[in-house]
C-alpha cells in the first residue's frame, strides 16, 4: 500500500539578531525546526572567517539559517519568536555586542517573506510593544556562509562558557517562559 502521507513543506528563513549562539539555542527548541546553522550573511566578502566578520571589514552579520517544516510552525511564528527574543530597536548593537555584525536584519528568501517581516514590523509598531523605532532590516537573502564548525551548536555543548551562562541562559529561559506552548517535545520548559 502506497504512503499517502504528505510530504513535509521544508522552509528556510535567514536571521541576524546579534550573537548566533543566542539565536541558534533558541531556534533549535522550537517546535517545527528541523535544523539551525549560525553563519554569516549580508556582506560583501566570499567565505568570511570569524575574525574577519567581528572586524566590521566584510559587511556580514552573525545570523541563523533555520530549517522549518511549515506545517508545524510559520514563517510568521519564526519572526515572532525573532522578535521576541532579541532587541530589535538597537541599531548594529545587542547588549554589550557592539558592530555591524550585531545588527537586527530579516534576509528574506524572496518577495513573500520580505512582505510578512515588514507586516509583522509594522503591526508591532503600531502596538508599541518597543519603546523606540525597530530599526530591523528587511533585505533580500544572497548567500550564507556557514560559520566555523567549532560555532555550530556552541551553547549546547558549553553552557558554563561564561557568555553562555551570563547571555545565552536568560535569553533561552526567557524564550522558553513566553513560548512554552510551541517548544520541541522533550525540551525543558
Not at 548594529?92 to 528568501?109: E, K, W
Not at 515588514?118 to 508591532?124: D, K, P, V, Y
Not at 530599526?135 to 556557514?146: A, H, I, L, N, Q
Request: proline residues 6%.
Amino acid at each position: 500500500m502506497p504512503d499517502e502521507t504528505t510530504p513535509s513543506q521544508l522552509e528556510t528563513a535567514t536571521l541576524g539578531g546579534g550573537c548566533f549562539w543566542c539565536s541558534e539555542a533558541v531556534f533549535g527548541a522550537l517546535q517545527g525546526v528541523t535544523s539551525v546553522i549560525s553563519g554569516y550573511a549580508g556582506g560583501h566578502t566570499d567565505g568570511p572567517t570569524y575574525q574577519e566578520v567581528c572586524s566590521g571589514s566584510t559587511g556580514h552579520a552573525e545570523v541563523v539559517q533555520v530549517t522549518f517544516e511549515a506545517s508545524l510552525v510559520s514563517y510568521l511564528e519564526v519572526l515572532e519568536v525573532f522578535f521576541a527574543t532579541h532587541d530589535p530597536t538597537t541599531l548594529n548593537q545587542q547588549g554589550a555586542d557592539v558592530g555591524t555584525q550585531y545588527r537586527s536584519v530579516v534576509l528574506a528568501h524572496g518577495e513573500a517573506q520580505a512582505e510578512v517581516a515588514r507586516a509583522l514590523i509594522a503591526s508591532l509598531t503600531a502596538e508599541r510593544l518597543f519603546d523606540r523605532p525597530i530599526v530591523t532590516e528587511v533585505v533580500p537573502f544572497e548567500r550564507f556562509w556557514p560559520a566555523e564548525a567549532y560555532h555550530q551548536g556552541y551553547f549546547a555543548r558549553n553552557p558554563q562558557q561564561p557568555y553562555c551562562a551570563a547571555v545565552v541562559s536568560p535569553k533561552l529561559a526567557k524564550f522558553r517562559a513566553r513560548f512554552r506552548d510551541r517548544l520541541k517535545a522533550g525540551s525543558p520548559a
